[in-house]
């Protein structure tokens, strides 16, 4: 997400690339906190891979489809050891904002593949899978960024609760992309998760539905999860969600959070930078891939 958001703010108007004048320090200050975010984000990525068992990343194979997936787990490894040295190099603050959130995204991981506990509300379940391992690395990037230049600690927070909201309404957006675009749209397979037993939320959304349709999803996701479903099974799923209203639940709740984020900017000084948070929120809600 976050090379993204660099590509969408490198081709926003001229006057929109000064992201840093929320602060008051030398803006290039704000280069090393987004290296830090990247290393992290990247790490997350290999190590993501690894679990889904991707082939493919943007379009291109994939670290663990070339190389195995030993080397793409020491290379998240790596990538994370090297976020710590960068860390300690820009204080003691950054380096507990970056240690805060290694320990939230491998606990999201974790609870991804473990999956809910017995009695655990599911919805419940996704949403603090989100929270570590998506939500965490936004709100990581922009609260660096504001640390690294001097910004008001109000407006810090401000900009982290942005960046939780706006982290978890951009993965819903991928859980639907992963069910309503094309692979060749996204630079992945149409379905991955689905091909995992992996339910993102328009899944769990139709799962708690009565009916055949719910009932029949969940053998396909079950099949699956044990590495038992035909080649049939992902289309089928797919189907099966774009004839439910599970896909539009989803989008109203992730305009809920898009409205959160915005919210969170509400009392943010006027300027480019606020423009194009604001303007993120309406590229997370209109995501083609």
Same mark, same amino acid.
């Given at each position: 997400?976050?090379?993204?958001?660099?590509?969408?703010?490198?081709?926003?108007?001229?006057?929109?690339?000064?992201?840093?004048?929320?602060?008051?320090?030398?803006?290039?200050?704000?280069?090393?906190a987004?290296?830090?975010?990247?290393?992290?984000?990247?790490?997350?990525?290999?190590?993501?891979?690894?679990?889904?068992?991707?082939?493919?990343?943007?379009? !291109?194979?994939?670290?663990?489809?070339?190389?195995?997936?030993?080397?793409?787990?020491?290379?998240?490894?790596?990538?994370?050891?090297?976020?710590?040295?960068?860390?300690?190099?820009?204080?003691?603050?950054?380096?507990?904002?970056?240690?805060?959130?290694?320990?939230?995204?491998?606990?999201?991981?974790?609870?991804?593949?473990?999956?809910?506990?017995?009695?655990?509300?599911?919805?419940?379940?996704?949403f603090?899978?989100?929270?570590?391992?998506?939500?965490?690395?936004?709100?990581?990037?922009?609260?660096?960024?504001?640390?690294?230049?001097?910004?008001?600690?109000?407006?810090?927070?401000?900009?982290?609760? =942005?960046?939780?909201?706006?982290?978890?309404?951009?993965?819903?957006?991928?859980?639907?992309? %992963?069910?309503?675009?094309?692979?060749?749209?996204?630079?992945?397979?149409?379905?991955?998760?689905?091909?995992?037993?992996?339910?993102?939320?328009?899944?769990?959304?139709a799962l708690? %539905?009565?009916?055949?349709?719910?009932?029949?999803?969940?053998?396909?996701?079950?099949?699956?999860?044990?590495?038992?479903?035909?080649a049939?099974?992902?289309?089928? !799923?797919? !189907?099966?969600?774009?004839?439910?209203?599970?896909?539009?639940?989803?989008?109203?709740?992730?305009?809920?959070?898009?409205?959160?984020?915005?919210?969170?900017?509400?009392?943010?000084?006027?300027?480019?930078?606020?423009?194009?948070? =604001?303007?993120?929120? %309406?590229?997370?809600?209109?995501r083609?891939?």
């Amino acid at each position: 997400m976050l090379s993204r958001i660099a590509d969408i703010t490198l081709t926003s108007p001229p006057d929109s690339a000064r992201m840093t004048e929320f602060g008051e320090r030398d803006p290039e200050a704000a280069v090393d906190a987004a290296a830090l975010a990247e290393l992290v984000h990247v790490a997350s990525l290999h190590h993501d891979d690894v679990m889904d068992q991707a082939r493919t990343r943007r379009g !291109a194979p994939s670290v663990n489809a070339l190389w195995g997936d030993s080397v793409a787990g020491l290379a998240g490894n790596w990538l994370l050891a090297k976020a710590a040295r960068l860390a300690a190099e820009l204080g003691p603050e950054i380096l507990r904002l970056q240690a805060r959130v290694t320990n939230r995204l491998v606990s999201g991981q974790i609870r991804e593949l473990t999956g809910a506990a017995p009695g655990e509300d599911p919805l419940s379940h996704y949403f603090a899978v989100v929270a570590g391992k998506s939500a965490s690395l936004i709100a990581m990037a922009l609260q660096s960024g504001a640390i690294r230049t001097g910004t008001p600690s109000d407006t810090a927070e401000a900009l982290a609760e =942005y960046g939780e909201h706006l982290g978890t309404a951009f993965q819903i957006a991928d859980d639907i992309l %992963d069910v309503t675009a094309a692979s060749e749209v996204l630079g992945k397979e149409q379905g991955k998760d689905l091909a995992v037993g992996v339910a993102g939320l328009p899944v769990l959304l139709a799962l708690a %539905d009565d009916g055949p349709a719910a009932d029949e999803l969940r053998e396909l996701l079950t099949a699956a999860g044990q590495g038992r479903a035909g080649a049939t099974a992902v289309p089928r !799923a797919v !189907a099966l969600l774009r004839g439910g209203g599970a896909l539009a639940e989803a989008g109203a709740m992730m305009r809920g959070r898009l409205a959160r984020a915005r919210g969170a900017l509400d009392g943010l000084p006027e300027g480019p930078a606020t423009r194009v948070l =604001y303007a993120l929120c %309406d590229v997370v809600a209109d995501r083609d891939h």
